[in-house]
């Protein structure tokens, strides 16, 4: 239960950093990241600026540490331990 519960948390977070961006811009870095396939080779220098510029909205290392801070209670113990 306990894991559910932190999937929904950051399913939560996820949200309010995606909600940072405008829909038209949300639909857009789809669109970037479906045509890159994973690879920033597959975008000119313009998209994969425009996608850099986009991510940089959403605040992704904000992201990150908020995610990182609500998780530790759920970190796995150390090996030998139970």
Not at 37 to 50: A, F, K, M
């Amino acid at each position: 239960m306990a894991r559910l519960i932190a999937v929904a948390e950051l399913a939560l977070l996820v949200r309010d950093h995606i909600t940072r961006l405008e829909p038209h811009e949300r639909r857009r870095v789809i669109e970037l990241v479906r045509r890159g396939r994973g690879r920033p080779s597959r975008l000119t220098p313009r998209e994969r600026r425009e996608l850099a510029t986009l991510v940089a909205k959403a605040e992704p290392r904000l992201f990150a540490t908020t995610a990182a801070k609500r998780m530790v209670p759920f970190r796995p113990t150390k090996f030998g331990r139970r």
